[in-house]
């Protein structure tokens, strides 16, 4: 029904910049939240950033003053922007999607972004 397509993980430098993209298609009511976990090998998925339908931002401490996230609501999209990049960065990164009073998150398939020398 909903499908949630992530896209700009790839390889940077420590240092670089990424921009990841995750636009919502299908049938769906609406949305309260989306936003974005990670999970580094070995680690377990954490919070990342999340931004809701009034706008309101966080971002986990480890990634504040470098990552930055927004939305298009007509488009349905989130963004991560994500500047001065380190290796502790590095991990595959979901994004979610939580409708507005369904207990449900939708999930997509993950992104991978490394941050190497």
């Known amino acids: 029904q909903l499908q949630l397509a992530e896209s700009g993980g790839g390889l940077v430098q420590p240092g670089g910049s990424l921009r990841l993209s995750c636009a919502a298609s299908?049938?769906?009511?609406?949305?309260?939240?989306m936003g974005w976990h990670r999970q580094a090998p070995g680690k377990q998925r954490e919070l990342v950033a999340t931004?809701?339908?009034?706008?309101?931002?966080y971002t986990v401490d480890s990634v504040k003053g470098r990552f930055t996230i927004s939305r298009d609501n007509a488009k349905r999209t989130v963004y991560l922007q994500m500047n001065s990049l380190k290796p502790e960065d590095t991990g595959v990164y979901y994004c979610y999607l939580r409708p507005l009073g369904i207990s449900i998150d939708y999930w997509g398939q993950g992104t991978q972004v490394t941050v190497s020398s």
């Open positions: 931004v809701t339908s009034n706008d309101m931002t």
């Open positions: 299908g049938s769906i009511s609406v949305i309260y939240a």
